[in-house]
């Protein structure tokens, strides 16, 4: 019985000792950075400032190469992958894991990229050697040894001979395997893993980008541009600018910036992507969804430049078809954005924003519509929002009015735009914030006040 005692005191001391070294391994990560082991992590140039949310270190030993891994997750992944090029496929992937389910601790195992699917492999240690692993102060970290020439699916990765780009990525674990990633980065070039040179993150501008640009087309322009339509074309009638109505300038403005977003939005990610890609179920929704809501948006203007005159009798075709093309690409601009925030690695908070945006966006039409409702019951000459027969009414833009004076409501509309213009402009300032800022820095930063 005393010996059994001992036995679990002499294990439970060579736990205590192996956690406490690899929290002193942790914390001195960062050292020798370019001197004596390699490093590479994320965001871009973090492991100067030693604020890695993402990292893979790398040195060569007798017996192979020493990687480390650490990452901000307790719950999913940190993985580091060499592959011969930025694209996944083809990549071997070692896989830090802060649990591996029941009550197994914290593992490394080895993985493949096969094309845009990463698999297991059945021998999860292969080439692997000096194992150790923790969760430390809310990281996962994991150091271990890999031999230098390993044969996987075919393909030899010889770590003497070989440069690779350098992938790091964490996401969720669910039971078959790794989960889409929700963060990663690809060094721009190849680096020697026996050598200690500097591996540049591939940058993600034009994706950033991208995606700035959507939110502020599909958000802010055409939300604006739109609410100006349907409600003030009889308001500011004694101000009309160079002969045209004050709305239709404030709408042409918002529909063109839309337009030019939207294009310069996908001329980047074209860029950033190397051409069009085949779908995956990862991202098949956003794309899809993007691509139809880009082609109602480019055709938009020139069904605009075609128009017949109001007195026509198929002006009404074209005010449901203008009206239905326009609203159809908001609304499938705005699902695309959606399905876009995991591609990018936004936190899932973010949807709550949008959420608010859709509920603050009918809100401020409910309560114009009810306006208009009262309006109307005062002076029915003075409507401001026609049925779609009469859309656009009798006159165009160019036209002055027969009255000279704002439909009843005005004040309050113009009140009702200021506060959706306020709220709108600070949704989207919150969005582009999101996307252009990691969550830890909003974090220090004291955005985030959360957990």
């Known amino acids: 019985m005393l010996s059994e005692v001992q036995g679990w005191s002499l294990k439970l001391c060579l736990v205590v000792q192996k956690a406490a070294s690899l929290e002193r391994d942790l914390i001195n990560i960062y050292d020798d950075c370019g001197s004596s082991k390699g490093c590479f992590g994320f965001p871009a140039e973090c492991e100067t400032n030693k604020k890695c949310t993402m990292l893979v270190t790398y040195s060569k030993v007798s017996s192979g190469y020493k990687f480390e891994i650490v990452g901000s997750t307790t719950t999913g992944y940190v993985a580091a992958g060499l592959s011969d090029d ?10 830090c894991l802060p649990s591996t389910g029941g009550d197994s601790g914290p593992d490394v195992v080895m993985a493949f990229n096969n094309g845009r699917s990463n698999e297991m492999l059945v021998e999860k240690k292969y080439g692997l050697s000096d194992i150790q692993a923790a969760v430390v102060n ?27 780009h350098l992938m790091v990525a964490t996401g969720p674990v669910n039971p078959n395997g790794l989960s889409y990633h929700d963060k990663r980065t690809v060094s ?21 980008l991208h995606a700035c640009f959507m939110v502020g087309a599909w958000i802010c322009a055409a939300s604006c541009g739109i609410m100006v339509a349907r409600y003030f074309k009889k308001t500011w ?15 042409r403005f918002f529909m063109g910036l839309t337009w030019s977003l939207v294009i310069a939005g996908v001329v980047l990610i074209l860029y950033y992507l190397n051409g069009w890609k085949d779908l995956d179920s990862r991202n098949k929704e956003h794309a899809i969804l993007g691509v139809v809501s880009t082609g109602l948006c480019f055709i938009q203007p020139f069904m605009a430049l075609c128009r017949c005159s109001p007195t026509h009798k198929r002006r009404p075709v074209f005010n449901w078809l203008h009206w239905f093309v326009g609203n159809s690409a908001q609304i499938l601009g705005i699902a695309a ?8 690695g936004a936190p899932t908070w973010v949807v709550f924003i949008l959420i608010i945006f859709v509920a603050f966006h009918c809100l401020i039409h409910l309560l114009l519509s009810i306006g208009q409702c009262i309006s109307d019951s005062r002076a029915e000459s003075s409507s401001n929002v026609y049925p779609m027969k009469e859309l656009n009414g009798s006159r165009t833009p160019l036209q002055p009015s027969e009255k000279n004076t704002d439909a009843p409501g005005a004040g309050f509309r113009k009140v009702m735009l200021f506060f959706y213009f306020l709220g709108n402009f600070l949704i989207t300032a919150a969005l582009l914030l999101v996307i252009t800022v990691d969550e830890k820095t909003l974090k220090e930063w004291g955005v985030i006040f959360w957990e």
Do not use: N, P
Not at 86 to 95: A, F, H, P, R, Y
Not at 337 to 344: A, D, N, S, V
């Open 86 to 95: 930025e694209k996944m496929g083809d990549d071997s992937v070692m896989v």
């Open 337 to 344: 954005i959606y399905f876009g925030f995991g591609l990018i």
């Open 237 to 251: 009638l004694k101000s009309r600018s160079c002969g045209i109505d004050q709305w239709f300038h404030l709408h």
């Open 188 to 208: 721009s070039g190849t680096v020697a893993l026996d050598s200690f040179e500097t591996a540049e993150s591939r940058s993600d501008l034009f994706r950033t």
């Open 138 to 164: 809310g990281q996962a970290y994991c150091t271990f040894v890999r031999d230098a020439s390993t044969e996987i699916s075919g393909i030899v990765f010889d770590l003497d001979k070989d440069r690779f």
